[in-house]
């Protein structure tokens, strides 16, 4: 079975399949590999020519189930751009994923079901604005009495010399004196929960 006998199965007459395979195997980066097995292909590779066979025919409607899986990052971006590009042009892209970091990059919507049962879905902007934002500072040379006065924060050595800390609950202006007051000051912001900590938010333990 191949791509282009896909797209004649949807209509398209041989000439017409073998322009759409051809276009679509080079926009995916696997136009050298066209007329391997699939079998001996990597995963990646497989994943690759899969969307190949779901897009060759222009479909107005794409449905997909762990379209980054066997992804190198690279991979990831490239098949993240396309999925992006045809929701622009017009496509309705709905696909399941575990791998939540290119979800929250890409889609406009989400849903995350627990067994079975649909726990948090919404607008990933709108999800993220309702969740609890928090003041992360990266500071570089922080003294050994750094967290006089500060209330708990999450604790991350990036080196020996460079720390980075998370506060749920603190005031900006107070972390900032003090901080600064303690080291050099290379990071300091306000952020909202990644959809990886909502999931873990709504699944629960």
């Not at 970091?101 to 990933?124: F, H, M, N, S, T």
Request: proline share 5%.
């Amino acid at each position: 079975m191949s791509v282009s006998w896909l797209a004649r199965l949807h209509g398209l007459t041989t000439g017409q399949a073998a322009a759409a395979c051809d276009r679509w195997l080079r926009r995916l980066g696997i136009a050298v590999k066209g007329y391997e097995r699939i079998e001996a292909l990597s995963h990646g590779n497989q994943q690759r020519v899969q969307l190949a066979a779901a897009l060759v025919h222009d479909p107005q409607l794409l449905v997909l189930d762990e379209p980054f899986s066997g992804l190198d990052p690279l991979g990831i971006k490239d098949m993240a751009e396309i999925l992006r590009e045809l929701a622009q042009a017009g496509v309705t892209v709905v696909f399941s994923s575990h791998q939540l970091d290119p979800v929250e990059d890409i889609c406009d919507e989400v849903a995350i079901i627990d067994r079975g049962r649909i726990v948090l879905e919404g607008a990933v902007r709108a999800l993220k604005k309702r969740g609890s934002p928090r003041l992360v500072v990266e500071v570089e040379g922080i003294g050994a009495d750094w967290d006089a006065g500060l209330p708990a924060a999450a604790v991350e050595w990036i080196d020996p010399s460079r720390v980075r800390l998370t506060f749920d609950d603190a005031d900006p202006r107070i972390v900032l004196d003090r901080t600064g007051a303690s080291g050099e000051i290379r990071r300091f912001a306000i952020e909202e929960p990644s959809l990886s900590e909502l999931f873990l938010k709504a699944v629960g333990p």
